[in-house]
């Protein structure tokens, strides 16, 4: 009887443990803050949350941090190095438009510099853009420019209609950050410009680039033309063969694995 305690008591401080020292992956309400109006009149934030589980939201990838060791956050302020002190990841996605938000949070200079000091000292940043006509890529080229990157003005991966899939098809097999999937769907994406040390990490069938990475200091910058992991996409309802389910676990355990705090 007490060797069972003893052994309880210590698998109980070693998940207390883990708890405690769980990656915190924190996603940005500030820059992307879209709202609409309910059925009831009511208005509410949608489009790339944690809590919504519809098309729009981000439920099934925080899932997929969530599996991986992860614990969930949001930042619903201007990003500082204070304020994302305690924080692994720190995603941007899709920032707002004025078609989109009546008053947009640009990213300005200041944010720039204060996201940079977090990323140099070991945090990971992902910044997820969009096509042209649903991104504000101005501001965001700002961020990204000062890791060597820019978000291009154009439409890659065009798929009509979602009528002809295999126009968003994009291979990943062989491809160190995708561990189990061998073919992924990413539509209507913007191709990334890259300046040294920026490296491309996929390439779709034309060779541009839409997924790069870059050591900054201690710590990692991801950055994909797409908000591409949103429910819509990764909850089995695309054909047989797309494995964004998977690629969506492949990519939360890489960025996991690549913090240095």
């Given at each position: 009887m007490r060797?069972?305690?003893?052994?309880?008591?210590?698998?109980?401080?070693?998940?207390?443990?883990?708890?405690?020292?769980?990656?915190?992956?924190?996603?940005?309400?500030?820059?992307?803050?879209?709202?609409?109006?309910?059925?009831?009149?009511?208005?509410?934030?949608?489009?790339?949350?944690?809590?919504?589980?519809?098309?729009?939201?981000?439920?099934?990838?925080?899932?997929?941090?969530?599996?991986?060791?992860?614990?969930?956050?949001?930042?619903?302020?201007?990003?500082?190095?204070?304020?994302?002190?305690?924080?692994?990841?720190?995603?941007?996605?899709?920032?707002?438009?004025?078609?989109?938000?009546?008053?947009?949070?640009?990213?300005?200079?200041n944010d720039?510099?204060?996201?940079?000091?977090?990323?140099?000292?070991?945090?990971?940043?992902?910044?997820?853009?969009?096509?042209?006509?649903?991104?504000?890529?101005?501001?965001?080229?700002?961020?990204?420019?000062?890791?060597?990157?820019?978000?291009?003005?154009d439409l890659?991966?065009?798929?009509?209609?979602?009528?002809?899939?295999?126009?968003?098809?994009?291979?990943?097999?062989?491809?160190?950050?995708?561990?189990?999937?061998?073919?992924?769907?990413?539509?209507?994406?913007?191709?990334?410009?890259?300046?040294?040390?920026?490296?491309?990490?996929?390439?779709?069938?034309?060779?541009?680039?839409?997924?790069?990475?870059?050591?900054?200091?201690?710590?990692?910058?991801?950055?994909?033309?797409?908000?591409?992991?949103?429910?819509?996409?990764?909850?089995?309802?695309?054909?047989?063969?797309?494995?964004?389910?998977?690629?969506?676990?492949?990519?939360?355990?890489?960025?996991?694995?690549?913090?240095?705090?």
């Amino acid at each position: 009887m007490r060797l069972k305690y003893h052994l309880f008591s210590l698998f109980a401080l070693m998940g207390t443990c883990l708890a405690g020292h769980a990656q915190k992956v924190t996603l940005d309400y500030y820059f992307n803050h879209e709202v609409h109006q309910t059925a009831s009149g009511k208005t509410e934030r949608y489009h790339y949350t944690w809590e919504d589980k519809a098309n729009s939201g981000f439920s099934i990838f925080g899932d997929a941090f969530k599996r991986a060791g992860g614990q969930l956050d949001t930042l619903g302020d201007a990003p500082t190095k204070a304020n994302l002190k305690g924080s692994s990841v720190y995603i941007i996605v899709d920032p707002d438009t004025k078609k989109e938000s009546p008053h947009p949070n640009y990213i300005e200079a200041n944010d720039v510099e204060q996201i940079a000091a977090w990323v140099k000292a070991g945090g990971v940043l992902v910044m997820m853009a969009n096509d042209s006509a649903n991104v504000e890529l101005p501001h965001f080229n700002h961020l990204a420019a000062k890791f060597g990157m820019h978000f291009n003005d154009d439409l890659q991966n065009h798929v009509l209609n979602d009528q002809h899939f295999d126009d968003g098809a994009v291979v990943t097999t062989g491809n160190p950050m995708f561990v189990t999937a061998h073919k992924i769907f990413m539509k209507d994406v913007c191709s990334i410009g890259l300046k040294y040390p920026a490296q491309a990490a996929l390439k779709n069938s034309n060779g541009a680039v839409i997924i790069a990475t870059v050591k900054y200091g201690k710590g990692t910058v991801f950055a994909v033309g797409d908000p591409w992991f949103y429910n819509e996409y990764t909850n089995g309802r695309l054909p047989a063969g797309f494995e964004n389910d998977k690629a969506t676990n492949d990519i939360a355990g890489w960025l996991l694995k690549q913090v240095q705090l």
